[in-house]
């Protein structure tokens, strides 16, 4: 509780100072020191048993704050997108028994969990949304993943400027948490474009960049080293912590 005290009021402030200097103190300085240090206590302690807040219907940020980098603008995506996701497929393999390719009418009967919960920003802002979709627990026991898995790595359809597509990853112990979800909708509608339409990652439990959008591979593997910088998501590459507990 004083972690997620001191990281409030720490990034409410850094919020205050802008964006640029939000990633300066994440990159570098004491702050990131703070939050290295506590990094393997808090994911040792809040493990899959801690449980984010949640809230009511009445508390809910109806205009809920796009973050993260731009909507897909490529051919792939945009026809997608144009026929209303009806030929997206979730792919889920790697180091698992039975690889997947889900639709999203897959996706919604593999499981239904929905949750008030606040979304926590780097950049200092919070909201709080109504999110449902289907446990990742649930969708990765699906593909049955072998002895060897240790994590798995979110593949994104969006990229940067350079053309890095972004990523995430998560262990298996963070991927078993309940409040961790394959959310579909927000706010009772399903997911719009802006938002990480047709599917993105939810986790409650830590800050708002581990919370990949427009996910269209689920990769699992022993060790995320060989990928992309190593860190083991597009942010961490460039220096913020990987666990990002609140």
């Not at 359809?157 to 990853?169: C, I, M």
């Not at 409040?179 to 997911?191: G, I, R």
């Not at 990769?219 to 080293?225: P, Q, Y």
Request: proline residues 4%; aromatic residues 10%; hydrophobic residues 35%.
């Amino acid at each position: 509780m004083r972690r997620r005290l001191f990281l409030a009021s720490s990034l409410s402030a850094l919020g205050l100072a802008g964006c640029g200097q939000v990633k300066e103190s994440l990159t570098n300085g004491p702050f990131r020191n703070v939050l290295l240090s506590t990094e393997k206590l808090n994911h040792a302690v809040i493990g899959t048993h801690g449980m984010a807040r949640e809230y009511k219907d009445s508390d809910i940020d109806r205009n809920f704050r796009v973050n993260g980098l731009d909507t897909p603008s490529d051919s792939t995506y945009g026809a997608l997108a144009r026929g209303g996701f009806r030929d997206y497929r979730l792919v889920v393999d790697g180091q698992v028994d039975r690889p997947q390719k889900l639709s999203l009418a897959e996706l919604r009967a593999a499981g239904d969990r929905t949750q008030i919960t606040r979304h926590d920003c780097v950049e200092g802002w919070s909201a709080i949304g109504k999110w449902r979709g289907a446990p990742l627990a649930t969708v990765l026991a699906m593909a049955q993943p072998k002895a060897t898995a240790r994590y798995c790595v979110f593949h994104c359809y969006d990229v940067d400027q350079s053309g890095q597509n972004y990523y995430e990853s998560l262990d298996l112990h963070q991927a078993a948490h309940p409040q961790t979800v394959l959310a579909l909708d927000l706010n009772d509608k399903p997911l719009d474009l802006d938002h990480g339409a047709p599917v993105r990652l939810k986790i409650p439990t830590q800050l708002g960049y581990k919370s990949a959008k427009w996910v269209r591979r689920i990769e699992l593997v022993a060790d995320f080293k060989p990928i992309y910088g190593g860190t083991g998501g597009y942010w961490e590459d460039q220096g913020y912590e990987w666990y990002a507990g609140i």
